[in-house]
Each structure stands twice: as C-alpha cells, then as structure tokens.
C-alpha cells in the first residue's frame, strides 16, 4: 500500500515542482512590469503586488520605432508559416503517397536540415542578400525563416498524411473528385491537428529568432522585435519596470497563441510523431 501510494504521489509531486519552476519567472516578469518602481527596487521582494501600474508599459510602447518593429515581426512571422505551410502540405502528400527514387535519401536530408545550426550559416547568407541587394528588406528574412521550419513542418505533416486510408482518398476520386478535390476534400480537414502544431513552432521560431536579423537587417525600419527587446535594457539603463514590460509585450503573443492551441498542438506533435 505504501509503495501504491508512493507511485502515485512522486510523479504528481515532480510535476508540481517543475510547473513552478517554469512558471514563477514568467510570473515574476508580468509582476515586476506592473509594479511601482518603488515595488522593484525595495531589498524585500514583492511577491503580490498591491499597487498595479501601466507606466512601464508605456515607457516600453513609448521607444522609437516599437510599432514599426512590431508591423515587422508579424509580417515576416506570419508570412513565413503560411508559406511553409503550403509548400510542406504539397512536399509530405508527395512524401506519403507517392514512391519514387531518392524517396529515403529525401527525408533523411530533411532530418539532417532540421538538426542543422542556422547560426553557422548566418555569413553565407549575408553573402547572399548583400549580392542581390536586399539587405535590410523583409524578403530575404521571410525566405530564411520559412526555410527553418519547413523541414519539421514536412515531417510532421508526413506522418499525419500517411495515417489517412488511401481508401477514403480513393473513394472520393470513384466519387468524382480529381485528386487535388479530394485531397482539399478529404485528407486537410483530417490535418488540422499538424497543421496547428507545426504552426505554432513556425510561429515561435521565427518569432523569436534573432541571429539573422541583427546581421541582415541594420536599419531601424527594417529590424524586428528581437533586436529591439536586446537593445531596450542598454537604452533605459536600470529601468527594471520597463526592461520586465517589454520582456512581457514580446512573450505575449506567443503565450495567447499557445494557449489556443495548446492541446491541438501537443496531440499534433505526438501524433505527428508517431505515426508515418
């Protein structure tokens, strides 16, 4: 009885310590942004605040530039998952369904492209935008950051792909249905739980990435959020308040889109996983 009861305690009681752990610093930044300064900067730390202030936001939204960098991170974001969105549902069908030579090799390059560091890369990219002139623009950045997720979204798709029947495929094409209507028809509703969760790892990639950005694109008009965030503490000196609110505006997005799609996704990735 002691072990029974032992069994089911520590794996609820590991659980409990690691959701703390993971969730009191994003706990103490949302807090920190909405305290006083007085709040902040007190040798005794203020674990619930009383006072709640917007100041610091603010201050955050006030910097030059912030909604420029904002418009610029969803742009290259968003267009980047719905690209790779729509190249990868054509690349796994293709990879699930169809037999040809090179099949293995393929897939096993898109593996090795996902384990890839992009960041040793970064200089030979430069080369390449600096050669077509298209430093500081948004294009190169959109290409370079669907190129990144694309990989993982073929190969979670694939296996989502590979686990709809040929049968229902097919008795739709006996139906009537050309190949592309009963793919649209057919097997997309049945992709959704991919689709979500390979977006939203697209989505936080290419939300967060920041190597490629700091070299490609210099000018103010042409930086993203990441680079903004990295320059806010340097430019505002000790203003924690303001420093936690910007560190709070970036995470935001991705924390509401997780929140949405939280089990979707994590049913997808398990799904996606396994299956194919």
Known sequence: MKRSLF????????????????VF?????????????????TEDPVW???DITFEHFGTATGVDHFWTYVTNSLIVTVLAVVLSLIIALAGSFALARMRFRGRRAFVVGFMLAQMAPWEVMVIAMYMIVRDASMLNSLVPLTA??????????????????????????????????TRPAAFRRIILPLLAPG?????????????????????????????????????????????????????????????????FLQRRAVNGLTAGAVKG
């Open 7 to 22: 069994g089911r305690l520590w794996p609820n009681l590991t659980a409990a310590v690691l959701f703390v752990g993971f």
């Open 25 to 41: 610093p994003v706990y103490w930044m949302f807090a920190t942004a909405l305290k006083p300064t007085g709040d902040i900067i």
């Open 48 to 50: 619930f605040p009383a």
């Open 144 to 177: 370079f950051y669907m190129m990144m997720i694309l990989p993982f979204t073929i190969l979670t798709l694939r296996g989502f792909v590979a686990a709809v029947p040929r049968e229902l495929e097919e008795a739709a094409m006996v139906d009537g249905c």
């Open 195 to 259: 689709l979500m969760s390979t977006s939203l790892f697209g989505f936080i990639t290419a939300w967060n990435e920041y190597a490629l950005v700091l070299v490609l694109n210099k000018e103010a008009e042409a930086k993203t959020l990441p680079l903004w965030l990295s320059g806010f503490q340097t430019a505002f000196g000790d203003d924690w308040g303001a420093t936690m609110a910007a560190a709070s505006l970036f995470a935001l997005p991705v924390l509401i889109l997780f929140v």
